[in-house]
Structure formats: structure tokens, C-alpha cells
């Protein structure tokens, strides 16, 4: 994976990420509960933490992967965007059920990413 291409999708991933904080903040905060704006948060917040590492995993090109960065990738599109959508859909009576077994399987491949990264230091 090139520079470039881990530092574009860590900075896009960063970019949506404070999009949708804000819609959560705002737009959403109308028609969730609190449990359902704090999950919101959390889809958001993991979004972040992960864009970040991906960004400056660019920047430190050394200890990236191809693996290390389709985990951390996959992991956010599958744990934030499942939790993002399971909240909406619930939100509006139509929860897609589907949705709930995505998360653990994108938060497994974030730990796996973490653990890859913690090799490739050593």
C-alpha cells in the first residue's frame, strides 16, 4: 500500500468521521435515545481514533502493511458504519437486524490490526 493511498484514507475516514459527529450532534439528536446517540458516538469515535493511526501510519511508512491497513480499514467501514446503521435503523422502527453480527467481526479486525502493528514494531 502506498503512502499516499494510507494517508487518503486515513485523513477521508477522519473527515466523515466529523461529519458524522455532527450530524449525530444535531440532526440525529432530535430522534435518538441517549443510549442510541451514545452508540452513535461510539461508531463515531472509533472512526476517529482509527483514522488517525492511519494517517500517521502513512507518515511512518515503515510499519505498515498491506494487512495492517485492510484490517484497520475493513475493521472501521465494518464496526463504525454497522453501528451507524443499526442506530438509524432503529431509530426510525425498521432495525436491520442483518446489521448486528458486522460489529464484532470490523472490532475483531481493529484488534487484529493493533496486534499486526505490535509485530511489526518488534
Not at 52 to 72: A, E
Request: charge should be positive; proline fraction near 2%; aromatic fraction near 14%.
Amino acid at each position: 500500500m502506498t503512502q499516499q493511498i494510507v494517508m487518503t484514507t486515513g485523513a477521508t475516514f477522519g473527515m466523515l468521521s466529523v461529519i458524522f459527529g455532527a450530524f449525530g450532534a444535531h440532526a440525529l439528536k432530535k430522534i435518538l435515545t441517549t443510549e442510541q446517540l451514545q452508540s452513535f458516538e461510539v461508531g463515531v469515535k472509533y472512526q476517529m481514533y482509527h483514522a488517525i493511526v492511519l494517517f500517521v501510519l502513512g507518515l511512518n511508512h515503515d510499519y505498515t502493511t498491506n494487512t495492517i491497513y485492510w484490517c484497520f480499514t475493513l475493521g472501521i467501514i465494518l464496526f463504525s458504519f454497522s453501528i451507524f446503521g443499526l442506530v438509524i435503523s432503529t431509530a426510525k422502527g425498521k432495525k436491520l437486524r442483518f446489521l448486528g453480527p458486522i460489529t464484532p467481526i470490523g472490532g475483531l479486525l481493529l484488534v487484529i490490526g493493533w496486534f499486526l502493528l505490535l509485530v511489526n514494531i518488534f
